[in-house]
């Protein structure tokens, strides 16, 4: 295997955790990293605001970052209690420069690596197209992986003007996976990228489809039921699959979404429930994140709501 080479340093470690760049030396219960580009398509600019986000979310995790012998009444504990020992940053996956086959390898190789040592990982993106190759990534758990999908959008399409990797697409990359055993959707709503040909290949697959209205009506216990038990979960957060009212700094805002107070309990009885290999946060958008830093400091506090809930149910298990 060929050496792999430091990330770029972060502005500011998640949550003052310690920073670590060197791939060789991540030994850690749980790594977070950023991701900041995916395959771009011709009509977007490169990079796009999303970029920014893996940074804008660190910074914002300082508003809940002092003291870690606090209590967090998200979680009902202090969090020095809820945190795993080793917590790693691990810093951003910087653009190198020749082209988006190099650098979506480099994320694979990296996240294969993290995810061989057992480490839960946790993703900062950038677009929804980060999440390809972390799926990429997924067979070096050597398990199957159930994929839990909360966005406003569907995210199925085979290719966008010939663009396969980008951020219309990570679900449909998901159901080619063999080792992905299955999906659930929540959040859809509004219009986006999916045509009739999409939803039809995403039920035609077997995905589950709750669209926000569903989860509105039906509530969490409809959600929980589809996932199966004692599988590997692995989530993927589109920012716009919350409401606009509480994460309003995405591109694709559509009004009915989903609440923090519906998405963080869901997280975290699915990360007591489950094993929770990993999650992403992805198309947070800084530029228009004007209210007071809400959308990262919402995106930052339910990566914390994911650890803390995996690491207090699972810790004597483990
Ligand atoms: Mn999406």
Known sequence: MTTLLPTAMPVRPFLDWPVVTDPAQWQADVALIGIQHSEPYAHDPFPNDQAQAPDAIRLASTQFSDGRDHWDFDIGAELDSVLPPRCLDCGNVAWTGDSYDHYSASVTARLRHLWRRGTQLFVLGGDHGVTIPVLDAMDALGEPVFVVHIDAHLDWREDVRGVRRGYSSPLRWASTKPYVSGMTQIGLRATGSARRAEVEAALAYGSHLFTAHDFHRLGSEAV???????????????????????????????????????????????????????????????????????????????????????????RQAD
């Open 224 to 314: 929980l039921a589809t996932l199966p038990a004692g599988a590997n979960v692995y989530i993927t957060i589109d920012a716009d699959g919350l409401d606009p009212t509480e994460m309003p700094g995405v591109m694709g805002p559509a009004p009915g979404g989903l609440y923090f107070r519906q998405v963080a309990p869901l997280v975290r009885r699915i990360a007591s429930t489950h094993r929770l290999v990993g999650m992403d946060i992805v198309e947070v958008a800084p530029r228009y994140d004007f209210a007071n830093r809400i959308t990262c400091i919402t995106a930052g506090r339910l990566l914390l709501n994911a650890i803390g809930a995996s690491w207090r149910a699972h």
